[in-house]
């Protein structure tokens, strides 16, 4: 008899191991998510982690010869958005393996950080014509 609770116990034992790898693995995984969201034009790219905590912010040398103050506001905003979604998803579905059948994952990882993309910000088009090599944002 003490045999057959020995065996158990090995059984649950190595159950739990492998549970904890399985949980590390995942913990690792999520950490290791980033999203990044460029401009069509590649004058922007914002990198945001799992979670959508801002990365990397990289703007190219003449993005304030290319957008107004305004329209790089926006721009910067919308792709932060974009990634941290993205991101999100991918949190999700790394979670998604070793939670409870049923469970929802994003209801695990909360709510992520997406920035409010407000009405009165002026509509991003990446496509524009607009040439403002001649002006010097920084300046006005």
């Known amino acids: 008899m003490p045999s057959d ?4 116990v090995e059984q649950l034992m190595a159950d739990y191991r492998r549970s904890r790898e399985r949980l590390d693995e995942t913990r690792r995984e999520l950490a290791e998510i980033t999203e990044t969201s460029a401009s069509a034009d590649g004058a922007v790219r914002v990198t945001v982690g799992s ?3 801002l990365l990397g912010l990289d703007l190219s040398d003449d993005v304030y010869e290319r ?7 926006a721009l910067i905003m919308r792709l932060t958005a974009e990634a941290t979604t993205a991101a999100a998803r991918r949190a999700a579905d790394a979670l998604a393996p070793i939670v409870p059948e049923g469970t929802d994952p994003d209801l695990l990882l909360g709510e992520p950080r997406i920035p ?9 088009d990446d496509n524009a014509d607009d040439d403002f090599s001649a002006v010097d944002w920084t300046r006005s």
């Open 5 to 8: 609770h020995r065996a158990e």
């Open 51 to 53: 979670r959508g905590g």
């Open 67 to 73: 957008y107004r103050p305004a329209r790089l506001s």
């Open 116 to 124: 409010v993309v407000r009405n009165e910000t002026p509509r991003v």
